[in-house]
T-cell receptor
Framework: AQTVTQSQPEMSVQEAETVTLSCTYDTSENNYYLFWYKQPPSRQMILVIRQEAYKQQNATENRFSVNFQKAAKSFSLKISDSQLGDTAMYFCAFTPNFGNEKLTFGTGTRLTIIP | DVKVTQSSRYLVKRTGEKVFLECVQDMDHENMFWYRQDPGLGLRLIYFSYDVKMKEKGDIPEGYSVSREKKERFSLILESASTNQTSMYLC?????????????FGPGTRLLVL
């Protein structure tokens, strides 16, 4: 069974600074997909960024980027130039690549951006 | 835009009551999911459905059942609500066969069982 671990329950950072959220996972699969989701206070969960395990290049979406280390089974999220609207719960998630539609989520990191 | 709606944002029920949580999606997605979200535990999958009238147990199905009579609607049923089912319930949907496609989430139902 796959597991996803987020070891930082809470983090805070000053506005405009850079912050990195960590995520590790455990799987015996060689090909899989990883995701970061954001859940703002009282708002719906949305996808931030995704990574295919067979791609060595780290995914980037504007101010959001990942550091994917396949051998270490690590998938951290970096937020550059953090903004107040980045305040949210962030969840790391995993799915294997064999038609399984299910996601396995980590326990989440509550990120607060301080003005 | 994909829209996933849930019938209630907040719900208060008594122990032993039968509770229905409804979820509707408007994008003709085959797959629908029910999660519960608890502090420190993240999202845990209760049940999912990959087609009408089809369902599979997730990681924590005990005390829950589901119904999917129409493609757009997926209902979560608490047959006899208990206080340990107090939680945030999230519904999601996504199309089949597109592994990179995100799951689209509803706004959640915060259920309090007294």
């Amino acid at each position: 069974a796959q597991t996803v671990t987020q070891s930082q329950p809470e983090m805070s950072v000053q506005e405009a600074e850079t912050v990195t959220l960590s995520c590790t996972y455990d799987t015996s699969e060689n090909n899989y997909y990883l995701f970061w989701y954001k859940q703002p206070p009282s708002r719906q969960m949305i996808l931030v960024i995704r990574q295919e395990a067979y791609k060595q290049q780290n995914a980037t979406e504007n101010r959001f980027s990942v550091n994917f280390q396949k051998a270490a089974k690590s998938f951290s999220l970096k937020i550059s130039d953090s903004q107040l609207g980045d305040t949210a719960m962030y969840f790391c998630a995993f799915t294997p690549n064999f038609g399984n539609e299910k996601l396995t989520f980590g326990t989440g990191t509550r990120l607060t951006i301080i003005p | 835009d994909v829209k996933v709606t849930q019938s209630s944002r907040y719900l208060v029920k008594r122990t032993g009551e039968k509770v229905f949580l409804e979820c509707v999606q408007d994008m003709d997605h085959e797959n629908m999911f029910w999660y519960r979200q608890d502090p420190g535990l993240g999202l845990r999958l209760i049940y999912f459905s990959y087609d009408v009238k089809m369902k599979e147990k997730g990681d924590i199905p005990e005390g829950y059942s589901v119904s999917r009579e129409k493609k757009e609607r997926f209902s979560l049923i608490l047959e006899s609500a208990s206080t340990n089912q107090t939680s945030m319930y999230l519904c999601a949907s996504r199309p089949t066969g597109q592994v990179l496609e995100t799951q689209y989430f509803g706004p959640g139902t915060r259920l309090l069982v007294l």
